[in-house]
């Protein structure tokens, strides 16, 4: 290793951009590669997910890592985001795995979700129409033949819209995607007697893959004739996860709510505060970056959609605000007491709440948080 001393830093640099150039090489190679796969997924039907085949390869490049020398955390890394790009590159033609749903309706398919969805069923083969505001003239004719009508509308309007549905074909599919199932799926069956099935989507309209994504599905009426609609999902690398819709709703009260009220209130404490975001983001820890991340792409999302989904589940969750706000002020009133012992109490009770995870948690977000880091614009 001669090498190292005798070379200057220009000429190491000049090495490091071969090094990096054959890296852009090998990932072109490995991009048609997986495209090829992909072709033959199409043809097979085969889900684009092939989990046990990732354990697999990751498993022996990390042995071949640490035979080398190299970090396996770091080839794991590389490989995972190697494996991202595949499913980008994969879905831009997917297999179909139920034909007989065409000719799919979105409805309120001019929406987010409705065009995130109304893309990936025509890049699954099948056809679909959308109907929004701009065709309702039309409504009659667009839905006349159509085997699967997902309704993809804003939660406060969800129960006009179906139930100003005409009739459709018995043997037609109606589905929805609302954040809450209990109250939409009652006003699907009631609206229609063929296949009823509630959908949740685990996920917004701006994922780049629908691999790994989770979809809660509810049961509403002819399970067997919906199973068509859960295989395509399969395909597109989704996990459903079947649950009641009260439970889905309770669950969802803790998940959503929290998550979206914590958020609104913390964006609104910082813009009362007198540090504009440059300069609290020029002193932020990576874990500090991450949640200004977090809170600040709230944001960006519409007023009115998040407006509508807290109004829509006030009455439901307002015992859990209520708690919510009693932990909180309980909190503050062991600070302004100098109560230790109260504090750590508290520590410890949540601490037994995440159990082991804690520490799971713990090692799985450093990875998180260094990719916060690396996000970070400095300078
Ligand atoms: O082997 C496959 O099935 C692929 O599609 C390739 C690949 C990869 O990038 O290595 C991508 C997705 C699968 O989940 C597994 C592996």
């Known amino acids: 290793m001669g090498m190292r001393e005798e070379l200057s830093l220009d000429e190491l640099r ?3 951009d071969t090094c990096d150039s054959e890296l852009v090489s090998l990932l072109a ?3 048609l590669l997986t495209e090829q796969v992909g072709k033959i997924k199409q043809q097979n039907g085969a889900p684009l997910h092939a989990p046990e085949r990732e354990a697999e390869l990751i498993a022996a490049r990390r042995q071949q890592a640490q035979d080398k020398g190299v970090n396996p955390e770091l080839v794991e890394d590389i490989l995972r985001r190697m494996m991202r790009e595949a499913y980008e590159n994969q879905q831009s033609e997917l297999a179909c795995a139920a034909p007989e749903l065409s000719p799919i309706v979105i409805v309120g398919g001019e929406g987010a979700m409705g065009q995130l969805f109304a ?5 699954s083969g099948y056809d679909v129409k959308v109907l929004d505001k701009a065709q309702q003239s039309n409504a009659l004719e667009i839905l006349k033949d159509a085997k699967l009508v997902l309704v993809s509308v804003p939660i406060n309007t969800l129960e006009e819209v179906v139930s100003s ?4 074909r018995p043997d037609c599919i109606l589905a929805d995607i609302t954040s809450v199932k209990q109250k939409p799926l009652n006003s699907l069956l009631q609206k229609h007697q063929g296949p ?3 959908l949740h989507p685990m996920f917004g309209p701006d994922i780049s893959h629908w691999v790994k994504q989770t979809v809660v599905a509810c049961e509403g009426r002819m399970p067997e004739q919906c199973q068509g609609l859960l295989d395509q999902l399969k395909i597109w690398g989704c996990y459903i996860a079947p649950m009641e819709a009260k439970k889905h709703d309770q669950a969802m009260q803790i998940i959503q709510v929290m998550r979206h009220l914590t958020t609104f209130v913390y964006g609104q404490f910082l813009a009362r505060q007198c540090h504009t975001l440059e300069e609290l983001r020029g002193c932020s820890s990576p874990i ?3 949640e200004l991340m977090m809170v600040g792409r709230l944001f960006a999302q519409s007023p009115e959609l998040y407006a ?8 439901d969750v307002e015992g859990l605000l209520a708690s919510y706000q009693d932990t909180f002020a309980q909190t503050l009133t062991s600070l302004k007491n100098q109560d230790k012992s109260e504090l750590i109490k508290g ?3 949540a601490k037994t709440y995440f159990s082991d995870s804690a520490h799971s948690f713990l090692a799985q977000s450093r990875g998180i948080l260094n990719k916060a880091n690396d996000a970070k614009v400095l300078g």
């Open 288 to 290: 500090y970056q991450l």
């Open 119 to 123: 893309k990936q069923f025509k890049r």
């Open 165 to 168: 549905l005409p009739e459709l």
């Open 347 to 349: 520590f410890d009770m």
């Open 14 to 16: 000049a090495h490091i």
């Open 29 to 31: 190679k490995r991009r």
């Open 308 to 315: 509508d989904i807290m109004l829509a589940q006030f009455e």
């Open 196 to 198: 009823v099935i509630g």
